[in-house]
């Protein structure tokens, strides 16, 4: 069994279990939160367990990096808003986060992407220029 599929069973099976070893102080404050960029600083991940994060700092070479301050304003919502994102990081995004009943998605014209489930926060850097 694939990891994203243990991990969306325990996630479903917690909201009929009381799950061994877990609870709230799992869950990281708002000041507790940490980016982990990529090396080509293209996209930031920010868990938002200390579960999750300490499998981040165990596993991976990922630099801690500060969490920029994002201002997703509502705007006009007939207006179509387009940008562009890196496919190939898009894509690794998406397949972690097709396995979540929510997920939310901020954003607005050459503006970093933000997506973020129940446990993860993704921002992804917007393409600049014409390719």
């Known amino acids: 069994m694939g990891s994203e599929i243990k991990k969306s069973l325990f996630k479903n099976l917690n909201k009929i279990f009381q799950a061994r070893?877990?609870?709230e102080e799992n869950i990281l404050k708002?000041?507790?939160l940490e980016g982990f960029m990529d090396p080509a600083n293209v996209c930031m991940i920010i868990p938002k367990t200390k579960e999750l994060k300490d499998f981040i700092l165990v596993n991976f070479d990922a630099p801690?990096?500060?969490i920029p301050e994002l201002d997703y304003k509502p705007s006009d919502t007939s207006k179509e808003?387009?940008?562009k994102y890196s496919?190939?990081?898009l894509r690794h995004i998406l397949e972690i986060v097709k396995?979540?009943?929510e997920v939310f998605i901020s954003m607005k014209p050459?503006?970093?992407l933000k997506i973020e489930t129940e446990d993860l926060i993704y921002i992804l850097a917007p393409r600049l220029g014409y390719d």
């Open 21 to 23: 070893g877990q609870s």
């Open 30 to 32: 708002k000041e507790e």
């Open 64 to 66: 801690i990096n500060k």
């Open 81 to 83: 808003v387009t940008s």
């Open 87 to 89: 496919g190939e990081y």
């Open 99 to 101: 396995h979540n009943n």
């Open 110 to 112: 050459d503006y970093p």
